[in-house]
């Protein structure tokens, strides 16, 4: 009976992503708004690390009525392959950066595009290999930019090498850090590339998966299917980098675009 009270299905977040306050987002977008003062979208990007796991996830399916267990026979492991994605406000995606989890690295698991491609021991990035995403990604296609280069991004320290800082200088790199526990309503990247992008993936996984009965992702595969994924991202990639972007509030600058959601407002 209250007009003012409607029941929404809610999102659960860990305690530590709930207690940002908004003095927290007021500093940060204080040094927002002097970093990227004159600075064009072109030259203002987004970094973030996410991975592309075996499992195609469920789907629904025709069953007969009265089937008591709704299942499909689809094998998948529990292996995820990392990605570095970045982007520009202007909507333009940088060649991506995948590190398998291998001992070596073979020239069968690398065959794409632009796509660079290296190995860790974990299967996850680390300092060695955030310095070359740095170097030969970032730098490589931003290097002729005129002006100030803004990469915004978490607060790892693995990030923030003494050779990066040095390499930052030189080429007028401004690095913005996220504040802690936001990058759900605070990254462009979080906030409206990853979701589209990974149920895209599922798909194009679990379309291979039917046609050739693969109980896994063999590596000397994920080039090809990446390809294909990528090729489904550019339909509406740019588009949605535009979004996210504006969601966070960090290009057209509106610091109430993340002040909204804070808890306790309702407007």
Same mark, same amino acid.
């Given at each position: 009976?209250?007009?003012?009270?409607?029941?929404?299905?809610?999102?659960?977040?860990?305690?530590?992503?709930?207690?940002? =306050?908004?003095?927290?987002?007021?500093?940060?977008?204080?040094?927002?708004?002097?970093?990227?003062?004159?600075?064009?979208?072109?030259?203002?990007?987004?970094?973030?690390?996410?991975?592309?796991?075996?499992?195609? +996830?469920? @789907?629904?399916?025709?069953?007969?009525? +009265?089937?008591?267990?709704?299942?499909?026979?689809?094998?998948?492991?529990?292996?995820?392959?990392?990605?570095?994605?970045?982007?520009? @406000?202007?909507? *333009?995606?940088?060649?991506?950066?995948? *590190?398998?989890?291998?001992?070596?690295?073979?020239?069968?698991?690398?065959?794409?595009?632009?796509?660079?491609?290296?190995? &860790?021991?974990?299967?996850?990035?680390?300092?060695? =290999?955030?310095?070359?995403?740095? =170097?030969? *990604?970032?730098?490589?296609?931003?290097?002729?930019?005129?002006?100030? =280069?803004?990469?915004?991004?978490?607060?790892?320290?693995?990030?923030?090498?003494?050779?990066?800082?040095?390499?930052?200088?030189?080429?007028?790199?401004?690095?913005?850090?996220?504040?802690?526990?936001?990058?759900?309503? @605070?990254?462009?990247?979080?906030? /409206?590339?990853? @979701?589209?992008?990974?149920?895209?993936?599922? /798909?194009?996984?679990?379309?291979?998966?039917? /046609?050739?009965?693969?109980?896994?992702?063999?590596?000397?595969?994920?080039?090809?299917?990446?390809?294909?994924?990528?090729?489904?991202? /550019?339909? &509406?990639?740019?588009?949605?980098?535009?979004? +996210?972007?504006?969601?966070?509030?960090?290009?057209?600058?509106?610091?109430?675009?993340?002040?909204?959601?804070?808890? +306790?407002?309702?407007?």
């Amino acid at each position: 009976r209250n007009r003012e009270i409607s029941v929404r299905k809610s999102q659960n977040i860990n305690p530590n992503r709930a207690s940002s =306050t908004r003095e927290v987002f007021i500093a940060y977008f204080d040094n927002l708004e002097q970093c990227l003062d004159g600075v064009s979208p072109d030259c203002i990007y987004n970094f973030d690390e996410t991975n592309l796991s075996d499992d195609p +996830g469920s @789907a629904k399916c025709f069953f007969k009525m +009265g089937v008591k267990y709704s299942e499909r026979l689809l094998s998948h492991s529990k292996s995820n392959i990392s990605l570095m994605f970045c982007g520009s @406000a202007s909507g *333009v995606l940088l060649p991506l950066y995948v *590190v398998y989890k291998a001992e070596n690295l073979w020239t069968t698991w690398t065959e794409g595009d632009k796509t660079r491609y290296n190995r &860790t021991t974990h299967g996850w990035f680390d300092s060695a =290999t955030f310095f070359d995403w740095f =170097t030969s *990604v970032f730098l490589y296609f931003t290097r002729h930019q005129e002006g100030v =280069t803004v990469l915004i991004g978490d607060n790892l320290a693995s990030h923030f090498s003494g050779e990066i800082i040095r390499l930052s200088v030189e080429n007028n790199i401004r690095f913005i850090c996220l504040p802690p526990n936001t990058t759900h309503i @605070a990254q462009p990247l979080d906030v /409206a590339v990853f @979701a589209p992008l990974k149920k895209q993936w599922r /798909a194009i996984l679990s379309d291979y998966k039917l /046609a050739t009965g693969s109980t896994g992702l063999p590596k000397e595969m994920f080039p090809k299917l990446l390809k294909k994924l990528m090729l489904k991202f /550019a339909e &509406t990639g740019e588009q949605n980098l535009q979004s +996210g972007f504006r969601a966070t509030g960090i290009y057209p600058l509106d610091r109430n675009q993340i002040l909204k959601k804070l808890p +306790g407002s309702y407007d």
